[in-house]
Nanobody, 129 residues
């Protein structure tokens, strides 16, 4: 089974930046989609940013123009650069990977968490005033 390990979570002030990393135990080219989800206390898990194998990137409206997702195929690592952080970005951030094409934006599957078979343990991001 694939292992995904997130890192980079921290406590920052609003307006600050963080970069999250997700390192996979196998070649990330095996995955059709690699996606960051987040879950805040008392809220449902939501998709944040997705990276498809062909390079297409998908962003939730709440983070577009502030977050940037990228994938390093040599290091087998997915990144999430988060700038202009807001208090509302406070959450546990999870990395997920899918080998099915149904996760693609073309099929409306970017935020369908049931399309993703492999998940990391999460990394906490806390943004304060």
């Amino acid at each position: 089974q694939v292992q995904l390990r997130e890192s980079g979570g921290d406590s920052v002030e609003a307006g600050g930046s963080l970069r999250l990393s997700c390192t996979a135990s196998e070649d990330v080219n095996n995955f059709e989609c690699m996606t960051w989800f987040r879950q805040a206390p008392g809220k449902q898990r939501e998709g944040v940013a997705a990276h498809e194998r062909d390079g297409e990137q998908v962003y939730a409206d709440s983070v577009e123009h502030r977050f940037t997702i990228s994938r390093d195929n040599v290091k087998n690592t997915l990144y999430l650069q988060m700038d202009y952080l807001k208090v509302d970005d406070t959450a546990m951030y999870y990395c997920a990977a899918s080998t099915t094409t149904w996760c693609r934006r073309l099929y409306g599957g970017s935020w369908h968490d049931w399309r993703y078979a492999d998940w990391g343990q999460g990394t906490q991001v806390t943004v304060s005033y």
